[in-house]
């Protein structure tokens, strides 16, 4: 029986998170750990994929070790079907989550162009006019006629009309399209091939396992090249196009003398007016009327890495900190859109004063109070929910308060554009640094907390592996907030590093490890490649690069992966994919996907020899470039 303190050695690495898993055992709180300990042991089949809930005929399960277990569903599906199925069926709602946030971004832009969003404006007109230029707009109208444009055609990219993924033809190397064409992934819409993905996955359709992987391929194409790079420009657009900014990261960025509210999720399009509300003098004074030094904003998961980058606003975890955030006792409000929310959440809550206050209409919480939200009054909507929260500041038990000290600074708002400035306006001075060999190579780092691996450990220890060895990280989603509270997202942090990465560092002043944004700007790592490889005349997969996603858990992070290896970026996965039932499936995607599209999966829960066996693949790379 292990001690109080060695559960929560046991849980995480992070020092802000520890006093509050201890409080939460105190009080008897029921957190994610709790829950996953509730669940042990786990079930065998499906941790192998091989259970198949797909029809009435089942549910099924193959038993691929013991001779005189079941082979075959009652449809017929043998282990490699039911295996290669059951992916498909995550990563296609993975794309499907990041692709229907991108459409409401467009949505908004849309509304914003025709005036009829409350609080909307285009900040960043430069980037919409040369997104104009890529999808062939006249660019001699005003910002708003052009907007419009764009918007529709940017929904047409969901259609099945033009049947080509704009981003993806014009922005992938020529090498990468052809090979996709060649294997017929290249993605022609989103919609299309995630609505063909659930098709294909109907019992009776595709019953080839080889085959549904590879429209797993083309279906992570558009995402990666699609739903999310659209959400990430059209963000950018609306929002402003991130550039280096500081700020703090942990828990202990809540205040005890403020009004804590708590923006959780994903999409920025509320969050960003809950910003501007706040900024506004009556709000502000009737917050220090209740008794509190005024509002402080946070952010958490994915929303709070877009409020983060944009804004400055800082960021109190990762997905692992939600309930322990409201186990501090000080936060005043949740906000919530959707994607990473625990279910359970707004019960939490109820165990403290925090209200939780759900906005999506597609995305109910039991016990959450739901305030719809809608751009046409959004700034509205941002002041009646800040109203609320400032109301309930009186409602706190002082008692029951416990906020860690030390939050820790850091540096976020690496968009491409901005790494292109940072290196005196193009990615030649990156590439020249790679080719010297002071960067051995660039590795993306993304991804998820997952409670069946301590807290952050695998993404700090990999990374800080990966930096030592002169390899560049670049990251996203909670991998990103991890290495902040770790400190590897300041320019000291440049002293960990190998001596060529610390020299370039030192000399631009940023961190070895560039917070490049949320999860869907995983798309500004696809462009960052394309950039790169463009520039040498290669495919994305002749670079020396790679990809993690070391504590992953989300449909979005298979999608993710995927994306990376179809567009030629070898990924290391930190938890096991859900196919160890069917050899054939893993010898595809771990080995034999190399010969098709020169990138593959690697799993490797162990930081550090994930660590060189990305050090291994990257000077393999290099050595194949001759250099
Ligand atoms: O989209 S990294 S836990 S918060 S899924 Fe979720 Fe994973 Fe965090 Fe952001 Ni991404």
Not at 240 to 265: F, M, Q, R
Not at 550 to 556: D, R
Request: hydrophobic residues 40%.
């Amino acid at each position: 029986m292990l001690d109080k303190k060695e559960i929560v050695n046991k849980r995480t690495i992070d020092e802000s998170a520890k006093p509050i898993i201890e409080k939460a055992i105190d009080e008897n709180l029921e957190t994610v750990w709790d829950r996953l300990e509730a669940q042990q042991p786990q079930c065998g089949y499906g941790q192998l994929g091989m259970c198949c809930n797909r029809c009435a005929m089942g549910p099924c399960r193959i038993d691929p070790f013991e001779e005189t277990g079941p082979k075959r569903g009652v449809c017929g599906a043998d282990a490699n079907l039911i295996s290669a199925r059951n992916l498909l069926d995550d990563l296609l709602v993975g794309a499907a989550a990041h692709s229907d946030h991108g459409r409401e971004v467009i949505e908004v832009l849309l509304k914003t162009a025709r005036r009829q969003a409350q609080g909307y404006e285009i900040t960043d007109t430069e980037k919409l006019r040369s997104l104009a230029q890529e999808f062939e707009i006249d660019t001699s109208k005003s910002d708003n006629e052009i907007a419009e444009e764009l918007a529709l055609k940017l929904f047409e990219e969901f259609g099945t009309i033009k049947n080509s993924i704009t981003f993806a033809a014009k922005r992938a190397p020529e090498k990468n399209i052809e090979l996709w064409k060649k294997l017929n992934i290249f993605p022609r819409s989103v919609d299309r091939e995630i609505v063909e993905a659930a098709h294909r996955i109907h019992m009776g359709v595709d019953s080839s396992y080889d085959n549904i992987l590879i429209h797993a391929l083309r279906t992570s194409l558009s995402d990666g090249w699609g739903g999310s790079m659209m959400a990430t420009e059209i963000s950018d657009v609306l929002f402003g196009t991130p550039t280096p900014c500081s700020s703090y990261v942990n828990l202990a960025c809540i205040k005890e003398d403020c009004v804590n509210i708590l923006l959780h999720g994903h999409n920025p399009i509320l969050s960003e007016m809950l910003v501007k509300a706040s900024e506004e003098d009556d709000i502000k004074e009737m917050a220090v009327k209740v008794g509190s030094q005024g509002i402080n904003l946070l952010g958490m998961c994915c929303t709070g890495n877009e409020v983060l980058m944009r804004r400055g606003i800082p960021i109190a975890g990762n997905m692992l900190l939600q309930e322990l955030a409201i186990a501090t006792g000080a936060i005043e409000l949740m906000l919530i859109d959707y994607q990473c929310i625990f279910p359970s959440i707004a019960k939490t809550a109820k165990c403290y004063h925090t209200i939780v206050v759900s906005t999506s209409e597609k995305a109910r919480f039991p016990d959450a109070k739901h305030i719809e939200f809608h751009p046409d009054h959004a700034l509205d909507i941002a002041r009646d929910i800040i109203k609320l929260a400032i109301n309930n500041f009186s409602n706190r038990n002082p008692n029951r308060i416990k906020i860690p000290k030390e939050p820790i600074k850091m540096m976020a708002g690496f968009s491409v554009e901005a790494i292109k400035t940072a290196l005196g306006g193009s990615v030649t001075p990156l590439l020249e640094a790679i080719k010297s060999g002071k960067i051995k190579g660039v590795v993306g780092i993304v991804g998820c907390n997952n409670p069946k691996i301590k807290h952050d450990f695998a993404h700090v220890n990999l990374t800080k592996e990966l930096i030592k060895n002169n390899i560049l990280v670049a990251e996203t989603g909670c991998a990103a907030i991890a290495c902040g509270k770790a400190g590897l997202l300041v320019p000291e942090a440049a002293e960990l590093a190998g001596d060529g990465l610390k020299e370039i560092a030192k000399a631009l002043g940023i961190p070895p490890v560039l917070h490049m944004g949320s999860c869907v700007d995983c798309s500004r790592i696809l462009v960052l490649a394309g950039l790169l490889a463009k520039e040498l005349g290669v495919s994305i997969s002749d670079l020396p690069i790679g990809g993690a996603a070391p504590e992953w858990y989300s449909q979005k992070a298979v999608s993710i992966g995927s994306y990376f290896v179809a567009s030629g970026v070898t990924t290391v996965l930190g938890l096991p994919l859900k196919i160890y039932g069917s050899s054939d499936v893993l010898n595809l995607l771990t080995k034999d996907l190399e010969k098709i599209i020169d990138a593959k999966f690697i799993i490797e829960p162990d930081p550090f020899i994930a660590a060189d066996m990305l050090i291994k693949h990257i000077e393999a790379k290099r050595r194949k470039l001759g250099i």
